[in-house]
C-alpha cells in the first residue's frame, strides 16, 4: 500500500510542477503584453498632446484673420458682429398640434351601494 501511496504522491508532484511552470509562462506572457499596451497607450498620449498644439497654432486668431482677408474674394468671409444676432423673442417656435379625439369614453361611473352585513 505504501508504495501506490509513493507512486501517487510523486505524480501529483510532477502535476503540481507542470501546473506552476505553464502558470509562470502564463504570467509571464501577460505582464509582456500590459507593459506593450502601456507603451502604446504612452505614445497615443504624445501624439494626441502634439496635435492639440498644431491644432491651438493653426486656429490663431490672427492666423485666421490673415486667411479671411487673403481669400475674401473667394469665401466672401467678414468680421461678426453683434448685431447679426438676433434675440430669442425673435424665434419662431411651431406651435405643437394636439391629436384630435376620435372616440368619446365615458369615465364617470356609478357608486355601489354597500352590500348589507358587512
Known sequence: MRPVLYVLSFL?????????????????????????????????RESLSVQRAEWAYLNRPDRLRQLATANFDRLGLLPMDPSQFGTVAQIVYPQAKLPAISFATDIQGTIAEPEEGL
Open 12 to 44: 501529483g508532484l510532477i502535476a503540481l510542477g507542470f501546473w506552476a511552470y505553464r502558470e509562470n509562462y502564463a504570467t509571464q506572457a501577460a505582464l509582456k503584453e500590459v507593459q506593450a499596451l502601456q507603451r502604446q497607450i504612452v505614445g497615443l
